[in-house]
């Protein structure tokens, strides 16, 4: 396991309980025109760079006519800008309420965006694929105790990426990308481990340093 510089740990010893207390409230967020709605419990894209990251890779691609699956939506920010630039979005969470906060912004945007919840890919069927799907994924290696602890908790066995990566192939499109957010703190080498068993090819596309933490967004296809 990676050790981590002291700088760092300290910095996330302030960061995560002023960021709880700060998404205990519901918040307002204004992105390419488009008004946004948090609710408390909900991971807000804004504070963190990974989310941030995914956003601006978006941004980048032709999406025309494409079928653009944000997973672990959150409030559903991605799917719902995918849809502006010309995509047909969907969104998608395990949990009641991030699928409730995106299916909000969805309405208040007048943006057709399908909201799935589904456990990964279990609750979707096995014809539904895409072009493209975004995902900042849990990477902390404990089981989830609450809704809360799903955006950060990916199971001791990392059971989140041997879930995602073997039912991957189902569910992208021929030439598709699934594109993914992860942390230097993270581990990396296991989840490239369970992507290389499951014969995904992959390849980091960029990399990006704020604070004490190095970020980086991985592409991935079964091509």
């Known amino acids: 396991m990676m ?3 002291p700088i760092r740990v300290v910095l996330e010893s302030l960061t995560h309980p002023v960021y709880k207390l ?3 409230s519901k918040r307002s967020w204004e992105y390419h025109g488009m008004d946004l709605v948090v609710l408390p419990g909900i991971f807000h894209p804004g504070w963190f760079v990974t989310s941030v990251m995914l956003l601006e890779q978006l941004e980048g691609l032709d999406l025309s006519g494409k079928r653009i699956l944000e997973m672990g939506c959150g409030a559903g920010v991605l799917a719902c800008r995918a849809v502006q630039l010309g995509a047909q979005g969907f969104a998608s969470d ?3 309420l991030a699928c409730e906060n995106a299916a909000q912004n969805t309405f208040r945007n007048e943006l057709d965006v399908e909201v799935i919840q589904s456990d990964i890919f279990d609750q979707m069927s096995e014809n539904q694929q895409f072009d493209y799907i975004f995902v900042n994924p849990p990477f902390k290696p404990d089981y989830p105790e609450s809704q809360d602890d799903f955006a950060f908790c990916c199971g001791e066995g990392y059971e989140y990426y041997i879930a995602l990566f073997g039912s991957l192939k189902k569910h992208l499109t021929p030439n598709g ?3 993914m957010a992860l942390a230097k703190s993270c581990e990396i080498d296991r989840i490239l481990e369970i992507a290389d068993f499951e014969k995904i ?3 980091r596309i960029l990399t990006k340093r704020k604070w004490s933490e190095t970020n980086y967004l991985y592409s991935f296809s079964c091509r």
């Open 177 to 179: 990308t699934l594109v």
């Open 201 to 203: 090819s992959y390849e």
């Open 3 to 5: 050790k981590k510089e």
């Open 94 to 96: 395990i949990t009641s």
């Open 22 to 24: 700060y998404s205990s």
